[in-house]
């Protein structure tokens, strides 16, 4: 059972999803407001948040960017009911680690929802350590020369299973797939986006290399 946060502030909306994943054995809470929900945060640790952009008091970009902060291994599902690629964007700069854009099935969201979930529970026990990165899969931390890096589950994921392919160039559709979702479809612009955040938390001198017309490659050495 996971600990999840509805934060929607439409009832016709925010109900049905509740009752939804309640039904999947999650234990559920709801607030209708930014402000809340952080404040939720503080008291009530959760595993997942389910994140409506257009809150009444404080942007749902906004209160994403706060709760990335502050708990950087929580997971974050965007609701929205814009559908630019640049909205999609400045979400996932906020932080979130994916987004789903209104209407949606309730089918869909809880698939997403076990998905983050799946890949937050993590991907297998034990250290591996290339080239001064150490992915500890088990306990779902990460080192750059001794410094840990406080990163997202999906920043996390995607480092993971580079690093276990270190030296290969690993390809776009195969990263979606593994981290994302087996039935993912959309853009991949989603894992350019965490990629551009690994590459900066992981400074320099830099190990993430773009393999033209293929994917991304983990320098071994």
């Not at 789903?100 to 890949?119: E, I």
């Amino acid at each position: 059972m996971a600990r999840l946060l509805v934060v929607e502030d439409d009832a016709a909306i925010s109900e049905p999803l509740v009752r939804a994943l309640a039904r999947e054995g999650h234990e559920v809470a709801h607030v209708d407001g930014g402000e809340a929900a952080l404040d939720r945060l503080e008291t009530h640790p959760v595993d997942l948040v389910v994140l409506d952009v257009g809150l009444p008091d404080l942007d749902g970009v906004e209160v994403c960017r706060r709760a990335r902060a502050d708990h950087p291994r929580l997971a974050i599902l965007m609701l929205t009911a814009r559908s630019s690629e640049l909205d999609e964007v400045l979400g996932l700069d906020a932080g979130a680690d994916d987004y789903l854009t209104k209407p949606f099935s309730l089918s869909v969201l809880s698939a997403r929802v076990r998905a983050l979930l799946r890949r937050r529970a993590g991907g297998g026990e034990g250290e591996l350590e290339v080239a001064g990165v150490k992915v500890d899969a088990g306990a779902r931390r990460a080192w750059r020369d001794g410094r840990e890096l406080e990163l997202s589950p999906k920043e996390f994921d995607v480092l993971a299973l580079l690093v276990g392919r270190a030296g290969e160039a690993v390809p776009r559709d195969e990263i979606m797939t593994t981290v994302w979702d087996e039935n993912w479809f959309g853009p991949t612009k989603t894992l350019d986006t965490h990629v551009g955040w690994l590459r900066r938390k992981l400074g320099d001198p830099p190990v993430l290399t773009t393999v033209r017309g293929v994917g991304f490659r983990f320098e071994d050495g």
